[in-house]
């Protein structure tokens, strides 16, 4: 590992570059300390934290981006650290998600626990639910409608869409999808 106060060779597999880490934390004191610590233990350098306070993510957490500067191979042991500690890493770097899908739900959404529904689909490895949003009037049989906006990693849209068909039908729900490439 290059000590912080050294420059490493040039054009060496250990030169410290600019990452982006995205999380999500619970709204309880200290749990932005409780991010940035494994950050610090492992050799990252903060360059700007941008903890979005006044938004909550669908499942109710508080969105932070956090950009640090690290080896390559540090980033690695930064993100495994964070997952360690219970840090919910939405995205690392730019692996993470390349493309959106958004998906509409109808049904008892409320009567089957739209948390659970939510949690399951988040669940999934493929994919993301970065942005909800439900409709307040429900019909006489207590049905509702959701749009949720996914976000999936590179060629995974179909698994995404798998998992969303399989939270809905256990639960009764109709799914109103898009067509995705390849589909007429």
């Given at each position: 590992?290059?000590?912080?106060?050294?420059?490493?060779?040039e054009?060496?597999?250990?030169?410290?570059?600019?990452?982006?880490?995205?999380?999500?934390?619970?709204?309880?004191?200290?749990?932005?300390?409780?991010?940035?610590?494994?950050?610090?233990?492992?050799?990252?350098?903060?360059?700007?934290?941008?903890?979005?306070?006044?938004?909550?993510?669908?499942?109710?957490?508080?969105?932070?981006?956090?950009?640090?500067?690290?080896?390559?191979?540090?980033?690695?042991?930064?993100?495994?650290?964070?997952?360690?500690?219970?840090?919910?890493?939405?995205?690392?770097?730019?692996?993470?998600?390349?493309?959106?899908?958004?998906?509409?739900?109808?049904?008892?959404?409320?009567?089957t626990?739209?948390?659970?529904?939510?949690?399951?689909?988040e669940?999934?490895?493929?994919?993301?639910?970065?942005?909800?949003?439900?409709?307040?009037?429900?019909?006489?049989?207590?049905?509702?409608?959701?749009?949720?906006?996914?976000?999936?990693?590179?060629?995974?849209?179909?698994?995404?869409?798998?998992?969303?068909?399989?939270?809905?039908?256990?639960?009764?729900?109709?799914?109103v999808?898009p067509?995705?490439e390849?589909?007429?």
């Open positions: 590992m290059v000590p912080v106060s050294e420059s490493p060779p054009g060496d597999a250990d030169e410290r570059q600019a990452h982006t880490v995205r999380l999500e934390l619970v709204d309880e004191p200290g749990e932005l300390l409780n991010a940035l610590r494994p950050i610090a233990e492992n050799g990252g350098n903060l360059l700007s934290v941008f903890h979005e306070r006044g938004s909550l993510t669908p499942r109710g957490r508080i969105p932070v981006e956090v950009d640090l500067e690290c080896t390559p191979r540090q980033f690695e042991t930064v993100v495994e650290a964070l997952r360690e500690a219970g840090v919910n890493v939405i995205q690392a770097g730019t692996e993470r998600y390349g493309e959106e899908v958004t998906v509409l739900l109808a049904g008892a959404l409320v009567g626990d739209l948390s659970d529904t939510l949690s399951r689909i669940e999934c490895t493929s994919a993301s639910v970065v942005d909800f949003s439900l409709t307040d009037e429900q019909g006489a049989d207590g049905v509702s409608s959701a749009r949720l906006r996914l976000a999936a990693t590179e060629g995974s849209v179909n698994a995404a869409l798998d998992c969303v068909r399989d939270v809905a039908d256990e639960k009764e729900l109709h799914v999808e067509l995705v390849g589909e007429a």
